[in-house]
Nanobody
Framework: QVQLVESGGGLVQAGGSLRLSCVAS????????MGWFRQAPGKEREFVAA?????VYADSVRGRFTISRDSAKNTLYLQMNSLKPEDTAVYYC?????????????????WGQGTRVTVSS
């Protein structure tokens, strides 16, 4: 079984930056696709970024967010720059037993509990 624990969320002003972390335990996730999703109040969960060896991004965050992973630490990161109020959401880390970093949240096998990001205007 895989456990994912996110951290790094918080309150930030528009234009600011945050770095989210997701530590995986239970097994090594090399070769797993890992991703970040977010869910704002009253909205469906949406894709943010995913990667196996290189990142793919939602249009809304491309150029502002960077996904990366440290295999030695079994940790996934999301560097978020130039944050906007519309980035406000609970951010979730996810992993799937595949080398395809799909944007479909239904395809992911494991999820963290989420970390809240609030961007004030």
């Amino acid at each position: 079984q895989v456990q994912l624990v996110e951290s790094g969320g918080g309150l930030v002003q528009a234009g600011g930056s945050l770095r989210l972390s997701c530590v995986a335990s239970g097994r090594t996730l090399s070769g797993y696709a890992m991703g970040w999703f977010r869910q704002a109040p009253g909205k469906e969960r949406e894709f943010v970024a995913a990667m196996v060896w290189s990142g793919v991004y939602a249009d809304s965050v491309r150029g502002r967010f960077t996904i990366s992973r440290d295999s030695a630490k079994n940790t996934l990161y999301l560097q978020m720059n130039s944050l906007k109020p519309e980035d406000t959401a609970v951010y979730y880390c996810a992993a799937r037993q595949s080398t395809i970093p799909t944007q479909r949240h239904q395809a992911y096998d494991y999820w963290g509990q989420g970390t809240r990001v609030t961007v004030s205007s």
